[in-house]
């Protein structure tokens, strides 16, 4: 008994002391907020002052202080992150991550994105640049100290790499890649094309519908002629498919909003804004939520850690903003024809010329050392010849991308739009934002409201842009770009409010895209129409952020109704009969509808495009839109072809049969999924988001548990899901932010799941559950010199 006891005792011990050693590992990296830090490179006393959520307000005597101290206080949080992103700018992952990440360093040494970054940081003024360089070295001030670095450097046995202004610049612009919408749907419906056909491609590539709102109201502009080509191409293998090649994509932009209401229609008499960027959640965070002051500078909001200033959504007290995706087409495919005598050249309707061609020597740690890998790179006149690291692309494909035309000066023009006082000081900042393409909302304190979208606009010779193109004819040649003052823009609207979701601007005289997005500006108008006359509060503006309620489900649940007529299906179907059509986490019906949804585009389509571009290209949720846009204006031709299954010669099938086989198919699929009790279904049993670490495969403590959430793809209060894994979501509103123009301190703004990226601070996730309710935290953004964790930082 005396030795079991004492063995017993050991085990406690050693237990006890392999915790402690657990928690010093991880907690000892974790930052103090208060006392004194010496900074060699600062020239005057800086005071960071952090909230009890983690936001740090930085306050500056002047503006090189100020961004020096924005650098050094977001590396403290988040310098592995940060590393991650510089490492992707570079197309340097592998020396960190191994063979996982070669093929994102293969696209992106093929793209170019450095090298990019050089360029345009030279096309910047010497004050944007002195403003950079300060949050740059603010950066390696961080990494140069004695502070212990986040664990993951230890665990992966590496070092931080120190920061030059370029990075900087090329974090902005693989953002602004990222939201290019092309990227993937061009070589989708190319592949559509292939095995489906001109009239099922034509019919799916995407074109704004008519009875949709716009933003002014206005009529849509006309789409030129789109043009149908085919290309020698591989064929779709899981090597080749979409799957191989979306590594290559750093960030995705599925969905955003604003909403914007004038004094004239708000109970304070003052402007309403509220925003919120959808986009694909990170752990920690993809934006950080600061307050800067200093100089000219007094703003908060939201900012890209790697980018000085505030970024996607912030205010500075007279005027406050937000951003959506502006989802305009700047980047096409050109097929070029390699010179059959010389295949170092390739064919132009003036000759030929030669392929420029540039060898990357790509760096990978392989478990015993770090192996070189070299990638040779050709380019043509229209770009860089991508089809060998996205081989879903026809053989000899170019990617033209508005960027290479236009050096991005995006940080510039963010920095100066930081500090606009008006709405015409605003839109002349927004003039320098020519590469990332946004809708930037706008409400000012002196009572004005508007909106402008920023970018490149490439004009097209001939075609819409959204198909690969012969690159040898010069026919479908870009002739220039559209100048900013056609860019659509609104000042002070009639109808006293505005609202983007991603949606067509109208009374454009230039055609943009096609890809806007529509359902949920329907569900705003109704909200609109529900509502009446009384003024708008910012607590009802809060509650139109999280609003649930789908249009897609007031359009086809009396259509299954009407269609489904089995009466083992009756309780499901009254089911849907009762529903409110609200996509929250209690009700036992969304399930249901999620999945007859999912499957009623599916089966619609898989006769035509095949299994592969379904699974892996159209059910994507970047890509979801685009069957939806089709189902949704068919909806009413019950006799439409495409419900037709081409596969069985003996009947012809409608609507109906559709219907009725899709909702047989999601009970099976829900009772697998929640029993066979429609009583227990719920929305947030299995509708979650996920906030995972870039190393949590491997070490899964990193991540977060899931947890429930509302919405779905087409509610304002997003909640996009994998329908490969229902319903694991996979992007939603991962920042948010409210204010009220009469009074900037009851402004409020959340970013989950927490501001700081060290496993065990207490602000790695204690957003998370707060954001999933609908919860924002105080913005603070008048009292912010009252909060009582300082932080000093002086002049070493």
Request: aromatic share 10%; net charge negative; charged share 25%.
């Amino acid at each position: 008994m005396r030795i079991a006891g004492r063995v017993l005792i050991g085990v406690v011990v050693l237990a006890l002391v392999g915790v402690g050693a657990f928690e010093w590992f991880f907690r000892s990296a974790v930052p103090d907020y208060t006392g004194e830090v010496s900074l060699a490179g600062l020239g005057s006393e800086v005071e960071v002052r952090t909230d009890a959520h983690g936001v740090p307000h930085i306050f500056a005597d002047d503006e090189e202080d100020l961004f020096f101290a924005q650098g050094f206080v977001l590396a403290r949080e988040r310098l592995f992150q940060m590393e991650v992103t510089r490492l992707s700018g570079r197309g340097e992952l592998s020396t960190l991550f191994g063979d996982a990440t070669l093929g994102n360093d293969r696209f992106l040494r093929t793209l170019g994105i450095h090298a990019l970054a050089e360029r345009s940081y030279q096309e910047m003024s010497p004050e944007a640049q002195g403003k950079i360089d300060a949050y740059v070295r603010g950066i390696n001030a961080y990494i140069d100290s004695a502070a212990p670095l986040p664990r993951e450097f230890t665990l992966l046995r590496a070092q931080p790499g120190r920061w030059e202004a370029t990075d900087s610049v090329a974090a902005g612009l693989l953002m602004a890649f990222s939201l290019s919408r092309s990227f993937e749907i061009d070589l989708v419906l190319y592949r559509i094309l292939e095995q489906a056909g001109e009239e099922v491609a034509d019919l799916l590539a995407p074109n704004y519908p008519e009875f949709a709102p716009t933003l002014t109201g206005g009529p849509l502009a006309q789409p030129p002629e789109r043009a149908f080509h085919r290309f020698p191409s591989d064929p779709l293998t899981e090597d080749t498919g979409l799957a191989a090649q979306r590594h290559a994509l750093p960030m995705d932009f599925s969905a955003s909003n604003w909403m914007i209401f004038s004094g004239d229609m708000t109970a304070s008499g003052a402007p309403l804004l509220a925003g919120s960027p959808d986009l694909e959640p990170t752990l920690p965070a993809l934006f950080s939520m600061v307050r800067l002051s200093g100089g000219r500078y007094d703003v908060a909001g939201g900012a890209l850690p790697g980018v000085p200033g505030i970024g996607p959504l912030g205010t500075n007290g007279d005027m406050a903003w937000s951003t959506v995706n502006g989802r305009w087409d700047d980047l096409d495919y050109f097929v070029e024809r390699p010179d059959p005598e010389d295949p170092s050249r390739y064919l132009t309707e003036d000759g030929t010329r030669d392929f420029e061609v540039r060898e990357e020597v790509i760096e990978v740690a392989d478990g015993r050392g770090v192996r070189q890998e070299v990638l040779e790179v050709r380019s043509s006149r229209h770009g860089p010849i991508i089809s060998d690291v996205l081989p879903m692309a026809p053989r000899n494909t170019a990617l033209r991308w508005a960027a290479f035309d236009n050096p991005g000066r995006d940080i510039e023009g963010l920095l100066q739009m930081n500090r606009a006082r008006d709405f015409a000081a605003f839109r002349e900042a927004l003039r320098l934002v020519d590469t990332i393409n946004l809708g930037f909302g706008y409400a000012g304190a002196d009572g004005d409201i508007g909106w402008q979208f920023t970018g490149a606009a490439p004009v097209r010779a001939k075609g819409d842009g959204s198909l690969p193109v012969p690159g040898w004819t010069g026919e479908y040649a870009w002739t220039g770009y559209l100048p900013y003052e056609r860019f659509p823009f609104d000042l002070n609207p009639e109808a006293g409010y505005v609202a983007s979701f991603n949606n067509d601007p109208g009374t454009a005289d230039h055609y943009f895209t096609g890809f806007y997005l529509f359902q949920r500006a329907v569900r705003f108008e109704q909200l609109m129409e529900e509502r009446g006359s009384a003024p708008v509060t910012l607590e009802e503006l809060r509650g139109m952020q999280l609003d649930t309620r789908s249009p897609v489900a007031a359009t086809w649940v009396p259509l299954v109704v009407d269609a489904v007529d089995d009466d083992a299906l009756s309780d499901h179907v009254e089911l849907l009969s009762d529903w409110d059509h609200e996509m929250s986490r209690e009700r036992p019906a969304a399930p249901l509808f999620a999945l007859f949804y999912a499957k009623m585009l599916r089966n619609t389509l898989i006769d035509r495009i095949g299994a592969p571009l379904w699974e892996d290209g159209l059910s994507q949720s970047y890509l979801y839109y685009v069957p939806d846009l089709l189902l949704t204006t068919i909806a009413d031709d019950r006799a439409h072809p495409l419900f037709n299954d081409t596969r069985t010669d003996a009947q012809v099938e409608d609507r109906d049969d559709v219907i009725r086989r899709s909702f047989s198919e999601a009970v099976e699929r829900l009772e697998e999924l929640q029993g066979s009790d429609p009583d227990s279904w719920r929305w947030g049993r299995d509708h979650q988001m996920h906030f995972e670490h870039p190393m949590g495969d491997t070490i899964g403590l990193f991540n977060l548990a899931p947890i429930p959430t509302d919405g779905d793809h087409f509610t304002i209060n997003s909640g996009f899901w994998r329908l490969a894994e229902p319903f694991r979501m996979d992007s939603g509103g991962v920042i948010r932010l409210t204010v009220d123009l009469a009074e900037v301190e009851r402004s409020t703004i959340i970013s989950p799941p927490g501001q700081s990226g060290h496993y065990r601070s207490p602000h790695y996730d204690d957003l998370a559950q707060l954001w999933a309710d609908g919860g924002q935290v105080p913005l603070r953004f008048t009292t912010g010199d009252q909060i009582e964790r300082l932080l000093l930082l002086t002049p070493g």
